[in-house]
């Protein structure tokens, strides 16, 4: 029988969360992850999200982290919490390449870097200081310098080890990689949405990001350079051009890119010769040949 009513992850994502829900099943509790109906619901009728909780032992990831904690400690008594460390760094690095970057961007976008690090640091203290006349009721874990998780988890939940399990589950790990090429996609796809709505500042971060994840992403340099021009910053637009081109030689649209920013910034001779290789590269290209002739 178990020595607690459920238990509850009320940290932030990206800090090991979906091992920790893969930990659960291992332990045979009947468990809730993340789940997009329900995020959206708690923000209108969390009546009804309680309701479901009713339903599972243990929880993890949204919508359940991102409820008051204070209401399912009060809702769901002798019930267990867990906050999932990581390192604040890596923690924000993850955060901003996340898969769904897209759905988080608002959010992220709307705060410095400093300021996100600082919101998690301080829901993570106001917890801890929460329990600290609990600390039985609070497991605060950290998988990247935890020596044994199995045991520190089931210890906590005073719950037997698996059997014929070893190590403990780690999910997500590739995301989380600095070079990870699909989380540079996502961030300069992201930049792409936001110069659609003319959110230059906000695209020119988006595309920054891309780029240190990814340097020689020829494209997101390209972007870089369309966003300078538009907010007057003349050298630094042909720097960002310049170095789309360095990433991708062969590509003629760089070159006719390149030479647009050369001759408005009247450097002539130079936006010559870009019009001149880009045609050499796409002998129809039809924009080139036109600025040649002009």
């Known amino acids: 029988m178990k020595a607690f009513n459920k238990v ?9 969360t979906t091992s920790l829900g893969r930990a659960y099943e291992q332990l045979g509790l009947k468990h809730k992850g993340w789940d997009p109906v329900l995020a959206k619901m708690a923000s209108y009728n969390l009546p009804k999200v309680l309701e479901v909780a009713r339903e599972y032992e243990a929880f993890q990831d949204g919508p359940w982290h991102d409820i008051d904690f204070r209401i399912l400690d009060k809702e769901f008594p002798n019930s267990r919490f867990i906050i999932m460390e990581r390192d604040d760094e890596a923690w924000y690095r993850s955060m901003v390449i996340r898969f769904d970057v897209l759905n988080e961007a608002k959010w992220f976008l709307s705060k410095s870097k400093e300021e996100v690090i600082i919101s998690k640091r301080q829901k993570y203290d ?15 874990m950290d998988l990247a310098v935890e020596p044994d998780p199995w045991t520190t988890l089931c210890q906590f939940l005073g719950l037997p080890k698996p059997e014929g399990v070893t190590n403990f589950p780690h999910s997500n790990k590739s995301p ?3 070079n990870d090429a699909r ?10 949405v936001l ?28 972007r870089l350079s369309l966003i300078f021009d538009k907010k007057g910053c003349q050298a630094e637009a042909l720097a960002a051009a310049r170095r789309a081109v360095e990433c991708a030689l062969q590509n003629a649209a760089l070159h006719y890119n390149l030479g647009n920013l050369l001759r408005k910034a009247n450097k002539l001779d130079e936006a010559l010769s870009a019009y001149q290789r880009a045609i050499e590269l796409r002998p129809n290209y039809a924009e080139a040949l036109k600025k040649l002739s002009e």
């Open 8 to 16: 509850f992850e009320i940290g932030r994502p990206r800090t090991g």
């Open 126 to 140: 106001y917890i801890k200081r929460y329990f600290s006349n609990r600390p039985g009721d609070l497991l605060v």
């Open 176 to 178: 989380d990689r600095p």
């Open 183 to 192: 989380a540079a996609k996502d961030n300069y796809q992201l930049g792409d």
């Open 195 to 222: 110069m659609q709505e003319n959110k230059l500042d906000e695209a020119l971060s988006a595309y920054q990001r891309a780029i240190e994840l990814r340097p020689n992403y020829a494209q997101a340099h390209r």
